[in-house]
């Protein structure tokens, strides 16, 4: 199993970028795809992007395609997120997933193991 550790969170201003990390415990990394999640305040979790362990197929919720990305170096153990022209929407905390193995990228029930979360806020 995996112990995804989010970190890089923090208070940006509308238009500029920002990068999250996730490290993740444990020898079979590589074997897991990743996924990041994220909850506004008084809103369900709702999907970011995701990526497969070997890091060549990516998928990211079509509102956000292009101004994120999800990446991943396996030889840290570190998933990564790009977020460029942040806007006030973007405020949430920020969660890190593993998926064992399930091709379900974009449900919440397909990752087994999650990360306490980082806050972005965005201010406008």
Known sequence: Q????????????AGDSLRLSCAASGRTFSSYAMGWFRQAPGKEREFVAAISGGGFRTYY????K????????????????QMNSLKSEDTAVYYCA???????????????????????????
């Open 61 to 64: 919720a079509s509102a956000l």
């Open 98 to 124: 593993a998926n064992p193995g399930s091709s379900n990228w974009y449900e919440e029930v397909a990752y087994d193991y999650w990360g306490q979360g980082t806050q972005v806020t965005v201010s406008s």
């Open 2 to 13: 995996v112990q995804p550790v989010e970190s890089g969170g923090g208070l940006v201003q």
């Open 66 to 81: 292009g101004r994120f990305t999800i990446s991943r170096d396996n030889a840290k153990n570190t998933v990564y997120l």
